[in-house]
């Protein structure tokens, strides 16, 4: 007969039993966290120099397939995962899609995801693949909460902050054919609530967009709109009810192509 002793020596020797969470606790949509420039939370660091902090923000949407986990983000990018002990890993290891927002590919070489209850992490390592070179991307703390509730918190007025051409923050870059400009983004959105979900963003100049609100996070919806000649094809805005973190993508009236990579809004008072 084994004794207690050897027993828990045995136990011991063996260590503590992996647990795997079920592949549903994954599915579903999860929205990023409001991003942290001081704790680096969901803040991705590109190897340009000097390096470009870019704030992630958006969802991600988890479906079960016959070979593992499918995961889709806003931006209209598909990845494949499969479900380890304790993680979904990228699999293959390395995957390239050409974001159809930001106008490049990029290749994603890992991505970790873990979950416990409504709260998810991850860590991404990927290579930014621009027309004057290939550039590391990485995102040491990346943090989601599953997607639920309408988005009172977005109600109210919110102004651009100033604009920094160091950080990027409210730089808006426009191409032509023959140019590319880049000018400050400026002025107050105000959001109103049509219903439980829907939003009503109004600009300076008249125009008002609808968004559809999960949890902290916004998206244009439909997908594309139009008001004076301007379209938007692209609009997610997420907050913490003071701060607002937005990407903003179309087409002016005169027919240029504008990207706003790292909005940031306060709440007015």
């Not at 439980?196 to 967009?209: K, M, N």
Request: contains cysteine; positive net charge.
């Amino acid at each position: 007969m084994i004794s207690l002793n050897a027993l828990i020596a045995t136990v011991l020797a063996m260590g503590a039993p992996t647990v795997q969470p079920p592949v549903h606790a994954y599915l579903g949509t999860w929205n990023y966290d409001q991003p942290d420039r001081e704790t680096m939370r969901n803040i991705a660091v590109i190897g340009a120099t000097p390096p470009i902090q870019v704030p992630q923000i958006g969802d991600i949407v988890f479906t079960r397939t016959a070979g593992g986990v499918t995961g889709r983000t806003d931006q209209g990018c598909t990845w494949t995962f499969a479900v380890r002990p304790a993680s979904l890993e990228l699999d293959p290891p390395s995957q390239s899609c050409f974001n159809r927002v930001i106008g490049s590919t990029y290749t994603i070489t890992k991505w970790s995801v873990t979950v416990s209850g409504h709260r998810e992490r991850e860590t991404i390592e990927a290579v930014s693949h621009q027309p004057n070179g290939d550039y590391s991307f990485r995102l040491d703390d990346g943090r989601r909460t599953r997607a639920a509730g309408p988005g009172a918190r977005f109600v109210g007025a919110w102004r651009y902050d100033p604009a920094d051409p160091l950080t990027r923050v409210n730089i808006l870059t426009t191409r032509y054919p023959d140019r590319v400009t880049q000018t400050p983004q400026q002025g107050v959105v105000t959001f109103t609530k049509r219903r439980r979900d829907v939003l009503t963003a109004r600009t300076e100049d008249g125009c008002q967009w609808r968004l559809t609100a999960r949890g902290n996070t916004a998206r244009l919806d439909p997908a594309t709109q139009t008001c004076g000649g301007a379209t938007l094809t692209f609009w997610t805005v997420a907050t913490d009810g003071r701060r607002q973190a937005s990407i903003l993508a179309g087409t002016g009236a005169d027919g240029g192509n504008f990207l706003l990579s790292v909005g940031g809004l306060t709440r007015q008072r």
